[in-house]
């Protein structure tokens, strides 16, 4: 029995999704958690590119069944795109996806709001995808849950009032025009239909699986620092990336995770607003965005980008439990004379022993740097460790040292055999 939680240790895009789509040839079942069509998973295969929102990032493997869990928030029309165009692309679906029936549904309304939210003055930076109010609902017990459709007129009923407050608010507070509940009903009814064949109790499913030996990979999405329990609140998500999330959100408990596995990116980025301490602005910066490619696998956008942040990811380390890491776009740096690496926070003249959790303390935190000697080399062509250049072995040799952690996996590149492996 292998119960595995993979985590994003900084503020997400570490490149979960190449990493999960590497690990998961030793899988039986790939399990989203938590999170929504806010994701961005990006693999890429040979020359053909996949971004993966909803859908783990597994089913571009043949052999592992995929599961979208309980903690998931699901958008009807993003799902579905997502699984006509893997269909189209000859990825097999049907017989392998299997969908929560508790995951909740994020409705038009959702969207919304969320969009209009972020007109406003107090804008958090979220991708206006509805992820935030759906989340808000389920826990004010107002959420639509898939289960919920089976039964027309409760599903009806629970929408009509549903809709009777949002329309309120969004008439009266935000000016904007109301929705209809007929069009809405006929809308998700109809999804209702399509996507009955993939519903299930995946919660029944993914413990019997571990029970009869079978080996599952949960796969979260955005990152540690973005939990909306201790992350950079409130510029955080609305769920639980970390690793206790994995169990709340596919019903497998605690005490049958085996392990957990940590993803980091060789510098940091962060996309949307809230503190970033080692954030590199102007030419650096630049420099660093563009060479990373760094732009936002679902929304396009721009993303901020600074030096690695360690004493970040050993907080992340902590509370997530994480012992064996992978390390991606090392190959990014290969350009730069010097490197930077944060190792600790100095605020009013002393240095900080314990991660900030006040945004504004750590807005104010002053990064202290280690310089290292960069590799001034390509380094994408490398597939064994013993061939890399020794600054570069030297960098990773800090990081597990700094961090706490064990790199087992290098990535080099975007394409799957851009990867060197560490023995056990």
Not at 179 to 187: A, C, G, P, R, S
């Amino acid at each position: 029995m292998k119960v595995t939680v993979l985590v994003g240790t900084q503020w997400g895009d570490e490149g979960k999704g190449k990493i999960v789509d590497i690990l998961c040839e030793n899988y039986d079942i790939v399990a989203r958690y938590q999170g929504g069509a806010n994701a961005g998973h990006t693999i890429k295969i040979n020359d053909i590119q996949y971004v993966l929102h909803l859908i783990p990032s597994g089913i571009l493997r043949e052999g592992p069944l995929c599961v979208i869990g309980n903690g998931v928030v699901i958008d009807p029309v993003a799902l579905l795109e997502e699984i006509d165009i893997l269909e189209k692309a000859g990825i097999k679906v049907k017989g392998r996806l299997f969908i929560s029936h508790n995951a909740h549904l994020i409705m038009p309304y959702h969207k919304l709001i969320d969009s209009l939210n972020e007109r406003g003055s107090k804008k958090i930076g979220t991708t206006g995808r509805g992820i935030g109010p759906c989340y808000i609902d389920k826990f004010a017990r107002k959420g639509i849950k898939i289960v919920d459709l089976l039964d027309k007129k409760s599903f009806e009923a629970k929408l009509r009032s549903n809709l009777a407050e949002k329309n309120d608010l969004l008439k009266n507070y935000y000016h904007s025009s109301e929705m209809d509940v007929e069009e809405i009903t006929e809308q998700y009814l109809r999804f209702d239909e399509l996507i009955d064949p993939y519903i299930s109790d995946t919660a029944r499913l993914l413990n019997e699986s571990v029970s009869s030996g079978k080996s599952v990979l949960l796969e979260g999405a955005q990152g540690a620092l973005l939990d909306v329990d201790f992350g950079t609140y409130p510029f955080v998500t609305s769920s639980s990336p970390t690793s206790g999330g994995a169990c709340t959100g596919s019903g497998i408990p605690p005490t049958r995770i085996t392990d957990v596995f940590g993803i980091v990116k060789a510098y940091t980025t962060r996309v949307g607003n809230g503190p970033f301490p080692t954030e590199l602005t102007g030419e650096a910066g630049d420099t660093l965005r563009k060479w990373g490619a760094e732009f936002g696998a679902t929304t396009g956008r721009p993303r901020r980008c600074g030096w690695f942040d360690a004493f970040l990811v050993k907080y992340s380390v902590m509370i997530n439990g994480i012992t064996n890491c992978a390390i991606t776009k090392l190959d990014v740096l290969g350009g730069f004379d010097e490197i930077q690496v944060c190792t600790g926070y100095k605020l009013g003249g002393k240095i900080l022993k314990s991660f900030p959790a006040d945004p504004r303390r750590l807005e104010e935190a002053e990064p202290v740097y280690i310089t290292m000697k960069g590799w001034k080399q390509d380094i994408s062509l490398i597939r064994n460790y013993d061939d890399l250049p020794p600054e570069t072995k030297e960098y990773l040799n800090f990081l597990e040292s700094e961090c706490g952690i064990k790199i087992k996996i290098i990535s080099v590149g975007p394409k799957r055999d851009q990867t060197i492996l560490q023995p056990d």
